[in-house]
């Protein structure tokens, strides 16, 4: 029961701090990764392809593999519920709080600022992602050879998925099947 608890609370808490949507969960689910153990930056990897490729938010989207992987079908929706409380509560407030200072300048300046902050938050998480994605730190730790921390093939079909998304600007769920397929077929 302690854990189940412990669940709707770390994901209470992340739902809370983590503005800016899916890929600004990141850091606190690296944080949480670290502090329970309940899943591991591999872990982590796994739930963004998967989080990516199913429906629904991401954040939300993590949040309930990490439940349903620590405790259980009950698990994944008291994580679900633990990130979507703060938003709800929020959304609430704001929205009434919005109709009587929406013309405010101490409003738009809160909404200025907050921009940046979720941008880094983001930028945090890419770079996070890309680092357990594309670098083998452990392999480099253990032989202290250079070209042992860089996944090429990896890092090569990250930057082909960036310059088709921006050549081409299809669908995500385009790059990310064909990411897949890409995957199975040369056993990366």
Sequence with gaps: MMTVLRLYWEFFKTGLFAVGGGLATLPFLIEM??????????????????????????GINMGTYVGYKTVGMFGGLVSTLGIITPAIVIIILISKALQKFKNSPAVEKVFYGLRPASTGLIAAAGLGVAR?????????????????????????????????????????????????????????
């Excluded at 990764?33 to 991401?58: C, N, Q, R, Y």
């Design 33 to 58: 990764s670290e502090k329970t153990g309940w899943f591991t930056s591999a872990d982590i990897a796994d739930m963004i392809a998967i989080s990516e490729s199913t429906p629904g938010p991401l």
């Design 132 to 188: 357990i994605a594309m670098l083998n730190i452990p392999l480099f730790e253990q032989s202290g050879q250079i070209l042992d921390l860089f996944r090429f093939k990896l890092i090569a079909l990250g930057a082909l998925m960036y310059f088709l998304l921006v050549k081409f600007k299809k669908h995500p769920i385009i790059y990310i099947a064909a990411a897949a397929v890409i995957g199975i077929v040369f056993k990366l």
